[in-house]
């Protein structure tokens, strides 16, 4: 299939790998921050085996960075997130959140530190670019805020280590789990972190030029081939495996973080003030109402993830909504994220999800499934 079989118009736009993606196999694809990305190299399954055994790259240019530069830079990001960002330093990366007014969660982004009063937001699925810059229009603070030619990749699986090590030799293997280095390729201008969307040893890859989106996805492939790395897509099986949001599915601008036991991520006794800091005390105060859980379904195996939110009743009342589910060839059960009430979010209860099958029973469980400690991808 040619590259030019695919469109919508130029309204969504294509990324620097778009091309290869194409020419490597990618059969379908999703929209995701206004752009394309790549949803189906062939079976799903295939896919997570390739990530969980050797390797995937993964086209996730649609990761838009939000750039944020000037003297008040570290303290208008601060503003955006109720997390603590006292503490970090320049080759930092962390994960945050950020809220609106209500302690609404806008986006679950990964915050990039590239120097003193440069930052990167690399964002889930959401506008955070139009958000910031209207924040910054009276909050008299001396910013830049833009969106940077930045297109990330991702490498992931147990041996992206091998591959990194063949692309840049040993000292690219002393990053550590949530930093980021600036390195070249043969000419092309990168960032590199200890990150991505898999809960498996993995890197991100920020080109920074575009016109050489081409050039980097074959010197990557043509390395990797020896360590068995295949072209995939971000896999829905292993990212509900580690409880990893999705944003728009598992929470949105009506999610607080209390719900998704994201307290971690939330500093109400720092002096710095943020977007939504009243509104999060009342709701710690006050208690929240419904919480994130994990589910297992029973049933036969689910042909693909949910494509609608599934109710869940208990004594024949709705109690919440399963948010995503698929089946895990590895833990072979039906895996799900599901946000409840407080009073149905007990470990080991039942409830009943309303799947298109018809009604099947489900046991709430622990989550994340597998690898809680995430050792895998801090190793």
């Known amino acids: ?72 830079a570290a303290k208008f990001v601060q503003m955006l997130t109720p ?17 609106n007014a209500q302690g609404g969660i806008l986006n679950d982004p990964i915050l990039l530190r590239l120097a003193e009063n440069h930052f990167w937001i690399s964002l889930a699925d959401s506008d955070i670019l139009l958000w910031a810059q209207g ?12 969106e940077p030619d930045v297109s990330p990749l991702q490498l992931q699986g147990p041996k992206s280590g091998e591959i990194m090590r063949a692309l840049f030799g040993d000292s690219i293997m002393d990053l550590k789990y949530y930093w980021l280095r600036e390195v070249d390729l043969d000419g092309i201008p990168l960032i590199v972190s200890r990150t991505g969307w898999s809960s498996e040893l993995g890197y991100e890859l920020y080109l920074r030029d575009g016109s050489q989106g081409d050039v980097l996805w074959e010197k990557i492939m043509a390395t990797g081939m020896a360590y068995g790395l295949k072209p995939g897509h971000t896999s829905s099986i292993r990212r509900i495996e580690g409880g990893m949001l999705s944003y728009h599915a598992d929470a949105d601008i009506h999610t607080n973080p209390f719900e998704l036991g994201f307290d971690r991520l939330v500093n109400l006794d720092m002096d710095a003030d943020f ?17 994130q859980v994990g589910l297992v379904i029973d049933c036969d195996p689910l042909k693909g993830p949910n494509t609608t939110f599934w109710a869940i009743n208990k004594n024949g009342t709705n109690v919440g909504k399963v948010t995503s589910a698929v089946y895990s060839p590895r833990l072979e059960k039906n895996i799900a994220l599901a946000m409840v009430s407080v009073e149905s979010a007990v470990i080991g209860s039942e409830v009943e999800v309303i799947t298109p099958s018809g009604p099947t029973r ?3 469980v622990e989550r994340p499934f597998y690898d809680p400690k995430k050792s895998l991808a801090a190793a």
């Open 275 to 291: 977007i939504g800091k009243a509104a999060l005390r009342r709701i710690k105060e006050k208690g929240v109402t419904r919480k």
């Open 362 to 364: 489900a046991t709430v």
């Open 135 to 146: 924040v910054a229009v009276h909050s008299g603070m001396d910013v830049s805020i833009c």
């Open 1 to 72: 299939m040619d590259a030019e079989d695919f469109g919508f118009g130029t309204q969504i736009r294509k990324s620097p790998y778009f091309d290869a993606t194409v020419r490597w196999g990618a059969k379908g694809f999703s929209v995701y921050n206004h752009m394309y990305i790549p949803r189906d190299f062939g079976d799903p399954e295939q896919n997570f085996w390739n990530l969980v055994n050797d390797a995937i790259l993964c086209d996730v240019a649609v990761e838009r960075q939000v750039e944020i530069t000037g003297p008040d």
């Open 83 to 99: 997390r603590d960002l006292s503490k970090m330093a320049v080759g930092q990366c962390k994960y945050i959140l950020i809220t």
